[in-house]
DNA sequence: TATGAATGAGAATTCATTCAT
DNA sequence: TATGAATGAATTCTCATTCAT
């Protein structure tokens, strides 16, 4: 149908599974996992269908992969703060902007994120359920330091780095969940308040 | 709401709907919602597949009272606790504690409405997504009633109802991702916590 | 499409279950093992495609099932044979009369057994490799005993049923291959030659 | 038979085609005919599948060159048996010799060519099944010479020869699908049996 | 020659739902 | 009420074949 791709040079290798991978993204944000069917994402990538077999094993493959994308960018984030020095509270901002930002600059994929992979079935198997968990723990890492730091009280880091985990993305589920376009612009209000909240609540 | 089917034998029809709604639950515990299947539901509950249409209108309808058994309970819970008279922490405390109860007494219940229900695709419709804010709302109401009797300091009731709610979703959320059975002991603490944090953190 | 067929009583169990595996055998013999789609059975046995579902796994499990309606009732034949006292010729002469009696009597699934099941890859496994050898096992028995009462010379028994049972597969395989119609009438001729190449190969 | 491609690099292109030959037997062997995918012949000759193309009109071309290569040769040989003057009894060793040899030579082959293709659905084909005829008609041809001669009693050539075929190649079955490795000592003497019992049964 | 990305027809299989009994 | 045979739309996945490079 869209003749205009570049059937002529495979040169950018992954370009195809590039594309492939972005119209999963925007086929989930708009039916669901459940709701995406193969063909539709070709249709929308513009390839045939076959084709998506020859990137992906299949079905749960494509989803693992936009799951990678998706999430594993959001967990090196959050390893990259964790793994740099600064004081605490800092820190916190800084795990709180990474998400209202991904959300910003690619409200799609977070929804997706949040909506469609987080509580999936594909967190059925360990292997995925794991990087949940990572993602908690790079946030816990955090705290850790905080408090033996002195520069929190002594609060349990993992179930810190949940409640701050849990209000982050509750407050972006219902940001996701309300009409679209509305709320934009509270988006570094919402942030900061919720970070607000959080470090008084564990401040020495 | 479910129409309650003809009078004649008031106890048998109601327990025949009783255990297949059990059952779902159950396959939707061990299966989750899109891998369940209406004759799983059937064997599990041990009828005949046909007789869940006696009860049900169709697969959606018997989700849709699986939300209402399950949800629906958390939210008029919810709703009592709004309703009536309490210095705020005491209420925060009753909602923290009626999510983690809920818990303790039927885990596969809390399970599919954590993991299933709550981001599920059902939810995609408007009718829906209203119960998901109600149940903020509820939380809300309780918090913006602190913050009008300067129990609380001055922040957006509903920002802090999102943030409660989730804090206390994925302290959930984590402990039904855990392996079954770990963690039990310390549900009561983690409610504690969690809700010492929050507190803390909307004090005046 | 066939309105008449008996959607009202599924009297006698199996009834629809016996059509399918006829029309099975049907499209083997027309297209063979490998062209049968399942909806050629399935059209061919008046009924819709899930139905063919309902009665068997899937398409392997089908053709085992006329396999061994076909071959398994031709093995118990042999068994039979194999089971009952007499002299050797005789033996001999009864175990070649059920092959080519078989042929006359369903010329269509002798063809599958002998053109699609025999060599197909389902003889790839053991299970059913052991069916085939059955077969030669009951011969060798029969000439087994032949050989101990002294009616046959000292031949391997084994390989005897091996080349007895090699012949008249032969033998039926190019009645089978040939245009169909031709040869009917020289069936007991044939049949009869047959055994006597044998016969007197292995006299005393 | 094969057009021979062009005579640039007479050796390197047949070589080419012949390790792609070669692979296809062994993929044959190893998952039977249906089981074989073109890409599977590529990968085990070691060469992108798109050259398959190169050397072969398609699938089924390319199984008929196998063909051609193992049950081709093996006709030809009967032929070349046929062809030259000598006792009916050396003849037909001669045949069943010619078997057990080639079995023995390249068992990988003849288990194709027994298995898979001589009751494959090619032989559907008129064309094909044509080469199946042959070769009993050059079994049939020394039988017949042999009987003409009263070296052998007045037996129907065409018959005599099914027979021998059938012995011979069920003998070969019972080979080919016991456990590999087995039996493979007792090839001569079974060979010697098969030809025994034959030729007493047609003996004067 | 050689490669492998791209295509799409075709087949298997699943499962919600209906309905005669 | 209760059963489960029957239906067929919908979907996934496979694989031969083409073709630009």
Known sequence: ????????????????RESILRAAVHVFAKKGYHGCRIADVAREAGVAYGLVYHYFQNT????RSVFEESFGHFVRMLEAIAATEGPVVQKVEEVAT?????????PESIR??????????VF???????AFQEAIGH???????GVERGELRSIDPFLGATALFGAIEMALTTLVMATPGADRLHL?????RVVDIFLRGVAV
Chains 1, 2, 3, 4 share one sequence.
């Open 1 to 16: 149908m869209q003749e205009a791709s570049s059937r002529t040079h495979p040169r950018r290798d992954g370009e195809r």
């Open 60 to 63: 749960e493959d494509l989803l």
């Open 98 to 106: 990474a998400a209202f930002d991904a959300y910003q600059n690619d």
């Open 112 to 121: 997706v994120l949040v909506l469609e992979i987080l509580r999936s079935p």
């Open 124 to 130: 059925r198997e360990a292997e995925q359920r794991q």
């Open 139 to 145: 946030i816990a890492s955090v705290l850790r330091r």
């Open 188 to 192: 570094d209000a919402t942030c900061q």
